[in-house]
T-cell receptor
Framework: AQTVTQSQPEMSVQEAETVTLSCTYD???????LFWYKQPPSRQMILVIRQEAYKQQNATENRFSVNFQKAAKSFSLKISDSQLGDTAMYFC????????????FGKGITLSVRP | EPEVTQTPSHQVTQMGQEVILRCVPI?????FYWYRQILGQKVEFLVSFYNNEISEKSEIFDDQFSVERPDGSNFTLKIRSTKLEDSAMYFC????????????FGDGTRLSIL
């Protein structure tokens, strides 16, 4: 069974600064996908970024990038130039490569961006 | 951009009553999911649905739960006889067929059992 661990329950960052959210996971599979989802207060979960395990290059989406360390089973999210709209709950999630592709989530981390 | 929509946003029900949570997935998506999040806990997988049948379900998804896609657009989760511990946020998700496609989530339904 896969597990996803987000050990930091909450973080705070000053606007325009950079923050890194940690995530580790455990799996015996070799090919899988990892995701970061963002959930603003009272809003739906939105995909921020995803990483395919067989790709060595770290994924990047504008101000969001990941540090994917496959051997260490680590998948951290870096947010550069933090904005007030980045305030949200962030979930790390794992899915194996398969038809059903159910997501296994971490507990989430609450990020607050201070003006 | 198309979205997954869920209704109602908040449902309050007496213990022992049946409840139906509704979802309208994105129209060309073929895989559908229900997840739940008990307050303060992780988002947990309940069930996946494809080609008009359940493809996988978790231990949580016992005989009290059922899913249905009655008309080609709605995707419903029914809890037959609700318990206090069913109180949670329930999320519906859908995705395109390709395995590398991400799941798109609805806003969720907050279910409160009294």
């Amino acid at each position: 069974a896969q597990t996803v661990t987000q050990s930091q329950p909450e973080m705070s960052v000053q606007e325009a600064e950079t923050v890194t959210l940690s995530c580790t996971y455990d799996t015996s599979e070799n090919n899988y996908y990892l995701f970061w989802y963002k959930q603003p207060p009272s809003r739906q979960m939105i995909l921020v970024i995803r990483q395919e395990a067989y790709k060595q290059q770290n994924a990047t989406e504008n101000r969001f990038s990941v540090n994917f360390q496959k051997a260490a089973k680590s998948f951290s999210l870096k947010i550069s130039d933090s904005q007030l709209g980045d305030t949200a709950m962030y979930f790390c999630a794992f899915t194996s490569v398969g038809a059903n592709s159910k997501l296994t989530f971490g507990k989430g981390i609450t990020l607050s961006v201070r003006p | 951009e198309p979205e997954v929509t869920q209704t109602p946003s908040h449902q309050v029900t007496q213990m022992g009553q049946e409840v139906i949570l509704r979802c309208v997935p994105i129209s060309n998506h073929l895989y559908f999911y229900w997840y739940r999040q008990i307050l303060g806990q992780k988002v947990e997988f309940l069930v996946s649905f494809y080609n008009n049948e359940i493809s996988e379900k978790s231990e949580i998804f016992d005989d009290q739960f059922s899913v249905e896609r009655p008309d080609g657009s709605n995707f419903t989760l029914k809890i037959r006889s609700t318990k206090l511990e069913d109180s949670a946020m329930y999320f519906c998700a859908s995705r395109l067929p390709a395995v590398d496609q991400p799941q798109h989530f609805g806003d969720g339904t907050r279910l409160s059992i009294l």
